[in-house]
């Protein structure tokens, strides 16, 4: 008897432990990280800079083969810094 009050929280607390838990969003969707707009930081964005920032490409700082994708904006859009 004592060992069924023990086995029964022991599952329990196994099956807590080892459950995962499943995201809403999709795996492969761009993450995007945004600090009260001062900074923000899209992984993988690719996508257009707006016209009304000042948009600098690291292709124009220094030469390198393997691009990121990634878009780091500053100053609430004022400034855009991309790696594509």
């Known amino acids: 008897m004592h060992s069924k009050i023990i086995t029964l929280p022991s599952i329990a607390v196994a099956a807590l432990f080892f459950t995962g838990c499943k995201s809403n969003t ?44 990634d878009k780091v904006t500053l100053f609430w859009g004022l400034i855009t810094l991309k790696d594509y």
């Open 26 to 69: 999709a795996q492969m969707a761009p993450s995007e990280t945004n600090i009260l707009g001062i900074v923000k930081v899209e992984e993988a964005s690719y996508a257009a800079s707006s016209p009304t920032t000042i948009a600098v490409s690291t292709n124009e700082l220094f030469s390198r083969q393997d691009i990121s994708g």
